[in-house]
């Protein structure tokens, strides 16, 4: 089993950046990717960056391209999500994801709020 514990969500002014962390924990040495989803008030559940965890390979999602940077650190088994440039239309509950070989996990979610 593999847990996820999020931090770093918050409310913030539009424009601003936050830094969100995920620390995995447990079965994590069969790692293939981390990432971030997020989920908007009565939306799907979308693709924000994943990150894969043998080379560093990233993927982004269009909206976030170019404001987003994720990250990991190997040693302390952690992926993080820079978010500069936020905009309202960021708002969402952001969730932490992990891919292994024949599974994933999900984090339970931190609150990401964007003022305008």
């Known amino acids: 089993q593999v847990q996820l514990v999020e931090s770093g969500g918050g409310l913030v002014r539009a424009g601003g950046s936050l830094r969100l962390s995920c620390a995995a924990s447990g079965r994590t040495f069969s790692s293939v990717a981390m990432g971030w989803f997020r989920q908007a008030p009565e939306k799907e559940r979308e693709f924000v960056a994943q990150?894969?965890?043998?080379?560093?390979?990233?993927y982004y999602a269009d909206s976030v391209k170019g404001r987003f940077t994720i990250s990991r650190d190997i040693a302390k088994d952690t992926v993080y999500l820079q978010m500069n440039s936020l905009k309202s239309e960021d708002t969402a509950v952001y969730y932490c994801?992990?891919?292994?070989?024949?599974?994933?996990?999900w984090g339970q979610g931190t609150q990401v709020t964007v003022s305008s």
């Open positions: 990150i894969t965890w043998y080379d560093g390979s990233t």
């Open positions: 994801h992990l891919v292994a070989p024949a599974s994933d996990y």
